[in-house]
């Protein structure tokens, strides 16, 4: 996530957070990833600074486009989104 994305005038993705590319698991092909990327496995596209490479890409999969920044979801922190989003992927198995 390479820039802000702004739910409303005061809050968003955090840049560098990365959660959202690390906990859930896709079932879609990714370029590089054509069997998707499993829970807690980073996904190849996300850089040592935790930002997305194919942010802003047509190549981007359209499910990491619909993922959008929510305070119940991404918490305070990274590592509180990363502990949700886990808990989350683990819940709906």
């Known amino acids: 996530m390479s ?5 409303d005038s005061t809050v968003g993705c955090r840049p560098g957070c990365g959660a959202c590319c690390i906990a859930p698991s ?19 596209h996300l850089d040592d600074h935790h930002l997305c490479m194919l942010f802003g890409s047509p190549q981007r ?11 119940m ?12 989003l886990s808990w989350l992927e683990q819940s709906t198995r």
Do not use: W
């Not at 979801?73 to 949700?84: D, I, K, P």
């Open 3 to 7: 820039e802000l994305i702004a739910s």
């Open 26 to 44: 896709i079932t879609s092909p990714i370029p590089g990833m054509p069997h998707g990327k499993p829970a807690g496995v980073r996904c190849v």
């Open 61 to 71: 999969p359209d499910v990491c486009g619909q993922f959008d920044y929510d305070p």
């Open 73 to 84: 979801v991404c918490g305070e922190h990274r590592n509180e989104a990363l502990a949700t």
